[in-house]
């Protein structure tokens, strides 16, 4: 018995599944577990999939999640060293024999009149030598349907795994959907991760945020390469030159629709190979390498239209060799499609809510969830880069960071250099959004985007750019966006969407050295000169505000960054206060 059957035998016998199947990820396989989904196995009482109108929407379903089940729940997900200082301020934390012991408890018997279903999948291209291979454990189809789509899941990866012990390890069970009952747990030094009460995304695909970030984070800062909350994006210029970035956005703040961008410039185009998860490699040439571990995007669909993301709805109905699934979004009786606010057309006259009941325009109630997601293959995208299986990734010339701020940031700003790029990463913050369980608007600092995601301690996260900024011969450039600054009434300033395309070129004309920028106190911005406007809409006066640097404005966010690094100590990278200290020195501040 291998030590993968040794172990899935193991949590077998703590679960007790009716019968274990282990999935080789074909397409036969697909259909006959959605199949099954929507005639025999039942979710809290209901089927796990609805069939939808597959003449618009080729090859799609519909999932509705438990009520309670619709976010990730930050406040019950653990990562479980063994003391609390490497956890971090940036992560709950749980002795691991304790939370060992708590998740013994609600998971004996918890799969009784249930199959185990056994994922192997991998992270990354099979050729890659910075892939992973993995295995799965749940007991419900959804998620294993989620997970065929979201990663390279195929038999051959048992073989892959054979003898060795040292596999990533995902056990997932629903349970009784209890909210009590319900944690997250990761144990970074064992590449575990274990998961009770959830069906959400999140807390469920334990490929996506708990291995591909929490836990592939640590593993990244022993191994000495990053993962990333990162889309991964080519840029190709009117000559034909492809110009690779990454860009690091908390969610619902515009990431899918900047990795799909329908260019508003003619002459460039995007092309996609991630929009969520980037691991990034110091290549033997001295330039950051960067590979998407995920083959599929899980969205959010409120907002998402022909307007704001058209390359996303034509990947959503274009269905063949992989399912597409809608979870907690409303449905249009009438057509039996999908349908979230935000989508093109009228909202429909006959419609169920996310949990499928009679929908009443007029009520004010929200027919979709607002967290409600689509899951689709990234193969079904019409911007897939002709990179993306490329085994050795995309050479990165620029990363961006960006967030949702009504006030204070400029549309556009670059480092000056690599210890002011982490700190410029370090200092994000954006208004929160309905991804995670708490409330809307609220300003947080996420530095790099990876507050809820990194698997450690965050003030050694940034001592590790910093020691990765050592090794690179050939740094990418680094800068900040931000779409979402209004005027005085609450309007937007900036188009966004296809327009963003603006914004990248700048960006890849600074990496071309092709134009100059203006110094201020929190970095370099451009000359209006060199921005392209041609076309565009936009005032005087409102591109002024997008560019402008309030000093009053920076001297209570130098405060509120600093807050927040108290909040880790003495381990917070001198070279970080350093930054900050040379910031307040800029805007007149005492040190």
């Known amino acids: 018995m291998t030590p993968l059957e040794r172990w899935v035998e193991e949590q077998a016998a703590l679960t007790k599944p009716d019968k274990v199947y282990w999935c080789d990820g074909s397409e036969e396989e697909a259909h006959r577990l959605i199949e099954s989904g929507m005639k025999e196995e039942r979710v809290a009482g ?18 509705r999640s438990h009520p309670t089940d619709v976010a990730r729940t930050e406040h019950l997900t653990f990562v479980c060293h063994p003391d609390r200082e490497t956890a971090g301020a940036n992560n709950n934390w749980m002795d691991p024999e304790e939370a060992k012991e708590k998740m013994r408890k609600l998971s004996d018997g918890c799969m009784r009149g249930r199959t185990m279903y056994v994922l192997p999948y991998m992270m990354g291209h099979p050729d890659s030598p910075y892939s992973k291979a993995c295995i799965q454990l749940t007991d419900v189809s959804y998620v294993a349907i989620s997970m065929r789509i979201m990663t390279r899941m195929t038999k051959d990866v048992v073989g892959k795994i054979g003898q ?7 056990l997932h069970s629903i349970g009784d959907f209890d909210p009590n009952k319900r944690f997250i747990m990761h144990f970074p030094d064992e590449h575990f991760v274990w998961s009770i009460g959830s069906g959400y995304g999140g807390n469920a695909l334990l490929g996506k945020k708990c291995f591909a970030l929490r836990i592939a984070s640590w593993i990244g800062l022993k191994e000495g390469w990053l993962a990333e909350h990162m889309v991964i994006m080519g840029i190709q210029d009117p000559a034909g030159h492809v110009t690779y970035v990454t860009a690091a956005l908390p969610s619902a703040c515009g ?18 190979i991630g929009d969520d998860i980037a691991w990034l490699n110091v290549g033997l040439d001295g330039r950051l390498w960067a590979i998407n571990p995920e083959t599929g ?64 325009a007029s009520s004010g109630a929200k027919a979709a969830h607002p967290n409600s997601r689509f899951t689709a293959s990234v193969y079904q995208c019409p911007t897939l880069s002709p990179e993306f299986d490329n085994p050795k990734g995309v050479p990165i010339s620029a990363v961006i960071f960006g967030g949702k701020r009504t006030h204070v940031k400029p549309l556009v700003v670059e480092g000056m250099n690599w210890q002011n790029n982490v700190f410029l ?72 969407f296809g327009e963003n395309i603006r914004v990248l070129k700048w960006i890849i ?53 600093e807050e927040f690094y108290k909040k880790f100590g003495a381990r917070i990278p001198k070279e970080i206060w350093t930054e900050l200290h040379s910031l307040k020195a800029k805007l007149g501040m005492s040190q």
């Open 164 to 170: 060795r012990g040292d596999f990533v390890k995902g």
């Open 509 to 561: 004309d600074r990496v071309n050295s092709r134009v100059g920028a203006k110094e201020t106190p929190i970095g370099l911005v451009p000359h209006l000169k060199d921005f392209s406007l041609d076309g565009l809409n936009i005032s005087k006066e409102s591109l002024e505000k997008l560019f402008d640097v309030d000093a009053d404005e920076w001297r209570k966010e130098a405060g509120d960054i």
């Open 297 to 360: 995007f899980f969205g959010v669909a409120p907002g998402t239209s022909m307007k704001t993301n058209p390359n996303m709805m034509r990947t959503l109905k274009k269905g063949i060799f992989y399912p597409t699934l809608f979870t907690n979004t409303a449905l249009n009786i009438d057509t039996n499609e999908p349908w979230w606010e935000g989508m093109d057309g009228q909202a429909p006259d006959n419609a169920a809510d996310w949990q499928g009941n009679k929908w009443d």
């Open 255 to 272: 990431k899918t629709n900047l990795a799909m961008l329908e260019s508003a410039l003619p002459g460039y185009k995007i092309w996609t």
């Open 46 to 63: 209901r089927p796990v999939f609805y069939e939808l109108n597959h003449a618009t929407f080729p090859n799609s379903y519909l999932h």
């Open 425 to 496: 990463g370090s200092r994000m913050g954006s208004e929160t959004t309905a991804a995670a369980t708490h409330q809307e608007g609220v300003m947080r600092r996420d530095p790099m985007a990876m507050l809820p995601f990194c698997g450690y301690n965050m003030a050694d996260y940034f001592g590790h750019w910093l020691k990765i900024g050592k090794r690179l011969i050939h740094p990418p450039r680094v800068f900040s966006v931000n779409w979402f600054r209004t005027d005085e009434k609450g309007r937007y300033l900036w188009p966004g």
